[in-house]
């Protein structure tokens, strides 16, 4: 008992409270934020009418996006009577879904970046052809 | 013979009666002044510190009788101060009850019967009050006990004066507060979010940082991203790199972080370092939320 009382007086004299004081510096945070806006655009870079029976395009496209989007290439539904023969791909993936006047290539991931795009039809009049070769277009839709 | 007896029978007579009025005097002297503990001080805590130590009156008469007590320090008639070179802590020393002894060996305070044949202790306090600050250091002061019998009449000192060092410790301290503008320590207010809005090449955001300490002191800062705003959700993206100056330095956010070190002014209200954002290159970043954090720490050198 003795021995116990004895090193609990040394821990007091060799090591006081003060030492065990709170720590001496300080600290602070502070978080820095900002944010970058969704901006999208896409544009017809060139389009190049290979052949118009069957219907044959080339073309590229410029897409300037900063976020996931949908890339749609859209026409008059009226001047495609067979839609299951209308064959559009981007960078050679087909379109992740196709609508009436549209065929959508869903989920990018944010990119600026110049793509091939074809276009290949082999129905309807040659007429109804060249309005597709002519009207064809793209829309950007940021998610 | 009978002349002899006689004799013997005065003598024995006169030193019982001497001894008995040497005893029935008054006779307190201060038997013992206990070591003073450091009074350890934190000039940030705003708050005031406090030690106690005993001092030990003992009466070697037969009588009670009642004594106070004056301490004086090397310079009497100024406020009390612990003292080191130049700088000093100002401090106060009392008696039970608050009671504040003056700086004055011939002003004593208190008043404490002591019955004859026995040892009476009383506890003083040593106080450094609220709201004080002085550089980091220990800071003494010798004190100077006095004992006065206290009667009707004039106060008479008795005794042999005792001495005792008392010393102060005013420990290495540092704190940092960062502001949105200059001002005292704490004010006008703290900011925990630098927002720049939209990201913009060379946008700059400023902000204050305030230091207070008891020394010189190193400011360490440490970015979470090291030095980049990162997408909150895009982890893969690289981010916007930006830069920081602290009080004109520039002060890398690199892996290891960076460290400036400054002196502040020994106040209370510390000083303000102006401290500015500059955002690097955002062509091409993802849409979407951007942040970093930036960790300021100060420590005493």
Same mark, same amino acid.
């Given at each position: 008992m003795s021995n116990i009382r004895f090193l609990l007086l040394m821990a007091v004299v060799l090591f006081p409270a003060s030492r065990f004081n709170a720590i001496a510096g300080d600290t602070a945070n502070m978080e820095v934020h900002s944010s970058v806006p969704i901006a999208c655009q896409a544009e017809i870079v060139s389009s190049q009418l290979l052949t118009i029976t069957p219907l044959a395009i080339n073309a590229v496209v410029r897409q300037t996006c900063n976020t996931t989007h949908d890339l749609s290439v859209t026409y008059n539904a009226a001047s495609v009577i067979s839609p299951s023969k209308l064959f559009i791909t981007l960078e050679a993936t087909l379109p992740s879904f196709k609508l009436s006047s549209a065929q959508v290539f869903a989920g990018l991931e944010p990119t600026e970046s110049d793509k091939p795009v074809t276009i290949r039809y082999n129905a309807g009049t040659t007429a109804q052809r060249l309005e597709l070769a002519q009207g064809w277009g793209i829309t950007v839709t940021p998610r | 013979?009978? #002349?002899?007896?006689?004799?013997?029978?005065?003598?024995?007579?006169?030193?019982?009666?001497?001894?008995?009025?040497?005893?029935?005097?008054? #006779?307190?002297? @201060?038997?013992?002044?206990?070591? @003073?503990?450091?009074?350890?001080?934190?000039?940030?805590?705003?708050?005031?510190?406090?030690?106690?130590?005993?001092?030990?009156?003992?009466?070697?008469?037969?009588?009670?009788?009642?004594?106070?007590?004056?301490? !004086?320090?090397?310079? /009497?008639?100024?406020?009390?101060?612990?003292?080191?070179?130049?700088?000093?802590?100002?401090?106060?020393?009392?008696?039970?009850?608050?009671?504040?002894?003056?700086?004055?060996?011939?002003?004593?305070?208190?008043?404490?019967?002591?019955?004859? *044949?026995?040892?009476?202790?009383?506890? +003083?306090?040593?106080?450094? *009050? !609220?709201?004080?600050?002085?550089?980091?250091?220990?800071?003494?002061? @010798?004190?100077?006990?006095?004992?006065?019998?206290?009667?009707?009449?004039?106060?008479? =000192?008795?005794?042999?004066?005792?001495?005792?060092?008392?010393?102060?410790?005013?420990?290495?301290?540092? /704190?940092?507060?960062?502001?949105?503008?200059?001002?005292?320590?704490? !004010?006008?207010? =703290?900011?925990?979010?630098?927002?720049?809005?939209?990201?913009?090449?060379? =946008?700059?955001?400023?902000?204050?940082? /305030?230091?207070?300490?008891?020394?010189?002191?190193?400011?360490?800062?440490?970015? !979470?991203? +090291?030095?980049?705003?990162?997408?909150?959700?895009?982890?893969?993206?690289? *981010?916007?790199?930006?830069?920081l100056q602290i009080d004109g330095a520039s002060v890398p956010l690199g892996s290891s972080g960076a460290a400036i070190t400054r002196s502040p002014p020994i106040t209370l209200d510390g000083v303000n370092y102006p401290m500015s954002v500059q955002v690097g290159d955002v062509v091409g970043r993802p849409s979407g939320n951007y942040q970093d954090t930036l960790t300021v720490n100060v420590s005493p050198l």
């Open positions: - | 013979m009978r #002349n002899v007896k006689a004799s013997m029978a005065a003598f024995l007579a006169s030193t019982l009666a001497f001894a008995v009025n040497a005893h029935a005097a008054c #006779n307190v002297s @201060i038997s013992n002044v206990s070591p @003073i503990p450091n009074v350890v001080y934190d000039p940030f805590e705003g708050l005031a510190r406090t030690v106690n130590y005993t001092v030990d009156f003992t009466n070697s008469g037969s009588d009670s009788c009642s004594v106070g007590l004056a301490i !004086a320090s090397p310079v /009497q008639g100024v406020p009390r101060s612990f003292k080191n070179g130049s700088n000093e802590l100002r401090y106060t020393l009392e008696w039970p009850g608050g009671a504040v002894f003056s700086n004055n060996i011939t002003s004593p305070i208190g008043s404490i019967s002591v019955s004859g *044949g026995k040892t009476k202790s009383v506890t +003083l306090r040593v106080r450094v *009050g !609220a709201g004080l600050i002085a550089p980091a250091s220990t800071y003494a002061d @010798i004190l100077t006990f006095r004992l006065f019998r206290v009667s009707s009449g004039p106060n008479v =000192a008795i005794g042999t004066d005792r001495t005792a060092s008392a010393a102060g410790v005013v420990e290495p301290r540092a /704190q940092v507060n960062i502001a949105g503008a200059s001002g005292a320590f704490g !004010a006008p207010f =703290a900011l925990d979010r630098l927002d720049f809005g939209t990201l913009t090449l060379g =946008a700059v955001r400023s902000a204050i940082v /305030q230091v207070r300490a008891t020394a010189p002191v190193s400011i360490n800062v440490t970015s !979470a991203n +090291l030095g980049k705003l990162k997408h909150v959700t895009l982890k893969t993206d690289p *981010g916007v790199p930006y830069s």
